[in-house]
């Protein structure tokens, strides 16, 4: 019983500071815009966006031409066997 007289005025005080934040919150225009928080989530944010895409340099045609197989590589390559194309029919 005696906790009562202690819990009684506690829960008094908290419910003061509860009203006081309350009415703070109202003061501040917290409650005005039910609508739009809520919509908010739903819209995309402009640093989410993808960027444009970015446009590559083609390589040099000497570069390329250098990483292609020579033609004396592909000879020596279908006189091992190890090429599959060798074995394959004509591709419809």
Known sequence: ???LLFLIPVSMVGLGVALWFF???VK???FEDMDTPGLDILREDEHDRPLAPRRVA???VAAV???LPSESSSENADASG???D???GPQD
């Open 1 to 3: 019983m005696n906790i």
């Open 23 to 25: 009415i703070w919150a």
């Open 28 to 30: 501040r225009g917290q």
């Open 58 to 60: 083609a390589p040099p």
């Open 65 to 67: 031409e250098a990483s």
């Open 82 to 84: 190890s090429n599959p």
């Open 86 to 88: 060798r074995h394959r």
